[in-house]
T-cell receptor, first 114, second 116 residues
Framework: EAQVTQNPRYLITVTGKKLTVTCSQN?????MSWYRQDPGLGLRQIYY???????DKGDVPEGYKVSRKEKRNFPLILESPSPNQTSLYFC?????????????FGPGTRLTVL | AQKVTQAQTEISVVEKEDVTLDCVYE???????LFWYKQPPSGELVFLIR??????QNEISGRYSWNFQKSTSSFNFTITASQVVDSAVYFC?????????????FGKGTTLSVSS
């Protein structure tokens, strides 16, 4: 089944404790991205990757890091999480770099930073 | 700058009513793409439709229909004979062909509640 998977689905952590949210897709998509969803703000892009070893900032990159060492994986790293990073995070992938193609989203990771 | 506005924060209807969700967008690009996604209570994001800027044909898929009007920069979504299963948050989104990273720019969403 074609899908985007994320782990963990739920995470409660404390301020300053480094964490990684994994994202993997099995559709051989070149493009991957991370979004965060906050009440009243919709979804905003954090980082994106057009292909392996090619990443760039989205609209809200502060406090996050990403890497793209393999085509299928695109982990999101919070080096020192803070309470304002409490949010619902979605990973997405898309075929190619064209804006025309729809993005497929993972199930989401709900992160709480205390 | 690009922007998507969904002015309706919440809508409540009774089953079998028709409901229209509004979406207004702003872009300077001549080539762009509009999307609708559904987020049911379970939380996942489900792709519903894509429309490109050169295709103003309206589309119907079962009880769902979409009205794209470039003259008013709108891409509205109508559910006919709504059902309880239609209860969800609906997002309208824009992607521009010339934008670096071609991110999806989302509206803030409209929460639709359908009661029986």
């Amino acid at each position: 089944e074609a899908q985007v998977t994320q782990n963990p689905r739920y995470l409660i952590t404390v301020t300053g404790k480094k964490l990684t949210v994994t994202c993997s897709q099995n559709m051989n998509h070149e493009y991957m991205s991370w979004y965060r969803q906050d009440p009243g703000l919709g979804l905003r892009q954090i980082y994106y990757s057009m292909n392996v070893e090619v990443t760039d900032k989205g609209d809200v990159p502060e406090g996050y890091k990403v890497s793209r060492k393999e085509k299928r994986n695109f982990p999101l790293i919070l080096e020192s999480p803070s309470p304002n990073q409490t949010s619902l995070y979605f990973c997405a992938s898309r075929k190619g770099g064209r804006a025309y193609n729809e993005q497929f989203f993972g199930p989401g990771t709900r992160l709480t930073v205390l | 700058a690009q922007k998507v506005t969904q002015a309706q924060t919440e809508i409540s209807v009774v089953e079998k009513e028709d409901v229209t969700l509004d979406c207004v967008y702003e872009t300077r690009d001549t080539t762009y793409y509009l999307f609708w996604y559904k987020q049911p209570p379970s939380g996942e994001l489900v792709f519903l439709i894509r429309r490109n800027s050169f295709d103003e044909q309206n589309e119907i898929s079962g009880r769902y229909s979409w009205n794209f009007q470039k003259s008013t920069s709108s891409f509205n979504f109508t559910i006919t004979a709504s059902q309880v299963v239609d209860s969800a948050v609906y997002f309208c989104a824009l992607s521009e062909a010339n934008q670096a990273g071609t991110a999806l720019i989302f509206g803030k969403g409209t929460t639709l509640s359908v009661s029986s």
